[in-house]
């Protein structure tokens, strides 16, 4: 089992920036794809971006390009995300995931990753 827990979240103006944690316990090997996915009310949960450690790369959803940016420090087991340029639209609870997915097909369905978090909340006002 893993054990995901998401920190950083809060309370920001259009603009602002915000960094996302995801600290991973448990069995972490598991761990290969860690990414972040978002859910506003009554909209779906929506890709935003992840970290494969085994392939060395990273993939943003359309909504983080250029924006965020996904890293992951190894010896912590932890996984970051680097919010700037912040928008109302941003508005979101930002979840943490992890999984063994390797197809670039794949990153941005959320079937594809076992681990979940409970979740931070982003307010970005207006």
């Known amino acids: 089992q893993v054990q995901l827990v998401e920190s950083g979240g809060g309370l920001v103006q259009a603009g602002g920036s915000l960094r996302l944690s995801c600290a991973a316990s448990?069995?972490?090997?598991?761990?290969?794809?860690m990414g972040w996915f978002r859910q506003a009310p009554g909209k779906e949960r929506e890709f935003v971006a992840v970290?494969?450690?085994?392939?060395?790369?990273?993939y943003y959803g359309d909504s983080a390009k250029g924006r965020f940016t996904i890293s992951r420090d190894y010896g912590k087991n932890t996984v970051y995300l680097q919010t700037n340029s912040l928008k109302p639209e941003d508005t979101a609870v930002y979840y943490c995931?992890?999984?063994?997915?390797?197809?670039?097909?794949?990153?941005?369905?959320?079937?594809?990753?076992?681990?979940w978090g409970r979740g931070t909340q982003v307010t970005v006002s207006s």
């Open positions: 995931a992890a999984g063994s997915v390797m197809s670039p097909t794949r990153y941005s369905d959320s079937s594809e990753y076992p681990y």
């Open positions: 448990g069995h972490t090997f598991s761990t290969v794809a």
């Open positions: 970290i494969n450690r085994s392939l060395s790369v990273t």
